[in-house]
């Protein structure tokens, strides 16, 4: 393993894993996945990450309001082997947010509980997505409460997501009536305003090395 770069100004993430075959990076909140549309929207992870490593491919994505992991390839076979991995939901994240008031603790066995709610877009307001049973896509996540917070009237809850739709976590909790602080697409104003950014990180990832086949399995505390 190549040593660590840690965040910088013009280089605001940090590299928790580099090696011939994949890098694992840990990404700001802010901060693009990759480049949207518009002269303004060209800084990103992935154009930083290519200045370093110019063969660096994009495997996955985070919203810019999430922090935490990300994976990325290097070159095209390593892409394409990693995409099969999340494809074949091998790939296993987890997840930390701050919801707005007491979600009760699941009572399935360990404390965790699934969300099983079809997303679809909702065309009129997009890119924002919607439950919808009939037109939704198959769309499932695993949570468990970690801790109340009572003079926040806050809880902190770990989200491990079984699919992978755009915005599912947050959409999937603002259905439990639990939106995340700080959400500024999905919460009421008051709740987004109880935080200066979306409190949603990507904690935790673990899947089987596709080059040595070793199990790599890394964490990223939250700043929240």
Known sequence: MLPGIPATADFPFQTLHADDSLLVLNKPSGLLAVPGRGADKQDCLSR???SLYPDALIVHRLDMATSGLMLMARGIALQRALGQLFERREVHKR???VVDG???PAQEPGGWGLIDLPIAVDWPRRPLRIIDAASGKPSQTRWRCVAFDDAANSTRVELEPVTGRSHQLRVHLQALGHPILGDALYAPEA???RAPRLLLH???LRFVHPATGAMLALE????F
């Open 48 to 50: 930083r990450v290519q």
């Open 95 to 97: 997840y930390l947010a």
């Open 102 to 104: 007491r979600l009760a």
């Open 191 to 193: 709740v987004q305003a």
């Open 202 to 204: 990507a904690c935790a």
């Open 220 to 223: 990223s505390p939250p700043n």
